[in-house]
């Protein structure tokens, strides 16, 4: 059975945008106060309705001030002289991240491997079990 493939939302409500970075809402409103870069719509009801744009920056601020530990005022002028390039790091650590995840998940595995061979009773682990 194929799987459809959900579409993008195009707005998040202010609890999507907290759930994803798991932080209260208090938070979220307060980062839109303080950084000029966030700039949710508005409905007729007055709820946020944040897009891509916003999240994105959103990962930017929370990268800068809860990862790298910056303060407000740090990222607020790192974000206004520099945005370009902070993105840029911003980018490359993900990767790196995501690279090193997935090198320790391979070596798990290997590891998983190795192990079952070891306990493998298979005809010629006497001669290789030296190896591991």
């Known amino acids: 059975m194929e799987q459809e493939k959900q579409p993008l939302k195009v707005y998040?409500?202010?609890g999507e945008v907290a759930d994803m970075f798991g932080v209260n809402t208090s938070l979220i409103r307060f980062w839109e106060k303080e950084f000029d870069?966030?700039?949710?719509?508005?409905?007729?009801?007055?709820?946020?309705?944040?897009?891509k744009a916003d999240i994105d920056n959103f990962h930017l601020i929370y990268h800068l001030v809860k990862e790298k530990g910056m303060t407000l005022k740090g990222a607020q002028m790192k974000l206004r002289e520099n945005k370009a390039e902070t993105e840029t790091n911003f980018e490359v650590v993900k990767r790196l991240n995501?690279?090193?995840?997935k090198t320790n998940y391979n070596n798990q595995d290997l590891q998983s491997q190795v192990q079952t061979?070891?306990?493998?009773?298979?005809?010629y682990m006497s001669e290789t079990s030296s190896l591991f």
Do not use: A, D
Not at 37 to 51: A, L, M, S
Not at 117 to 123: D, F, W
């Open 37 to 51: 870069v966030i700039k949710p719509h508005k409905n007729k009801k007055g709820n946020r309705q944040f897009t």
């Open 98 to 101: 995501y690279f090193r995840l």
């Open 117 to 123: 061979c070891k306990t493998s009773n298979g005809p």
């Open 12 to 14: 998040y409500s202010i």
